[in-house]
């Protein structure tokens, strides 16, 4: 059953309040780059106690793996807003199945039905139009 328009609206309304999140996210991320750089924050380690120099280094390895999880969910956010755009939001790229609206409800940017996505994150082609 194709998605109602007012389940369509309530998905679109998820997934621009997730796309401004992460917006807001990475402006404040910038900010906050360019006070600790303004600050004099940013050192290169010289003159640290090894541990301090050690604990900043995990923790930016820990911000950037963050920025690079928020960067692609808000390429899937911004693709998913795109596939509504076009009218394919809600058919799995897979199959052609239409996706479950409990589904995009709790992940409003899938692409995939579950067993298609299932068979993409263990690897086997996605690539198989009988998946």
Known sequence: MKLSAENEKILRNKLENM????EKKQEQSVLDESLKESSGEITSGIGNHL???NAERVERAQEQTFEQMDDRLYNEIKDALQRM???TYG???DTGEEIPFERLEAIPYAKRIASAQEKVDKGLSSQNPNI
């Open 51 to 53: 541990a301090e120099g």
């Open 19 to 22: 796309k401004e999140t992460i």
């Open 85 to 87: 755009e076009e009218g």
């Open 91 to 93: 058919i799995c790229v």
